[in-house]
């Protein structure tokens, strides 16, 4: 991702005309119902240490100010994830940089089990998904944990739908 190896921010308007760059990536996204991203470099120290991805619902036609305010959401985000001082501050960083995505990974593999066993679409999967954590009250980490563990059967998302309509 050009954001991370040369430390730019880079931005996609529209997914669904932009898909030669990360076909994979832009089909998914797509299916998740996210049609533009801009990727904005986390800089630590003078160096890029990772990425910060920003997706919009919609295609959208960056300026000058979005990518200003994208950088600076980045240099936001290292702020609040290194409070710490120290020559080690950055593989701290690293490592939570680290769980965060595990935790990402784990909610799409619990997005993925939801949508096949309900023969659902990903984002039908993902928005049962985050209205159970909110309507519980449960972190998305635990749920998709509850989710792949066999701790709570994708059927009893579900009922998040009856509940609401009532």
Do not use: C, K
Not at 9 to 22: E, F, G, I, Y
Not at 91 to 114: I, K, M, P, S, Y
């Amino acid at each position: 991702m050009p954001a991370v190896h040369h430390g730019e921010v880079l931005a996609v308007p529209d997914l669904a005309v932009d898909t030669d760059r990360w076909p994979e990536f832009a089909a998914v996204a797509r299916d998740l119902g996210y049609r533009a991203i801009l990727a904005v470099p986390m800089v630590l120290d003078g160096r890029t240490i990772g990425g910060l991805n920003v997706l919009y619902s919609q295609p959208t036609d960056f300026d000058r100010d979005d990518h200003r305010l994208g950088a600076l959401l980045g240099a936001l985000a290292v702020l609040e994830l290194t409070q710490e001082t120290g020559d080690q501050r950055a593989d701290r960083l690293a490592e939570r940089t680290l769980g965060l995505l595990n935790d990402r990974v784990h909610a799409g593999q619990a997005t993925g089990f939801v949508a096949g066993t309900l023969d659902v679409s990903p984002a039908r999967a993902r928005g049962l998904l985050d209205d159970y954590s909110r309507l519980h009250a449960i972190p998305l980490r635990e749920l998709a944990r509850r989710i792949t563990d066999g701790t709570l059967h994708p059927v009893e998302l579900t009922e998040t739908d009856a509940i609401e309509t009532e």
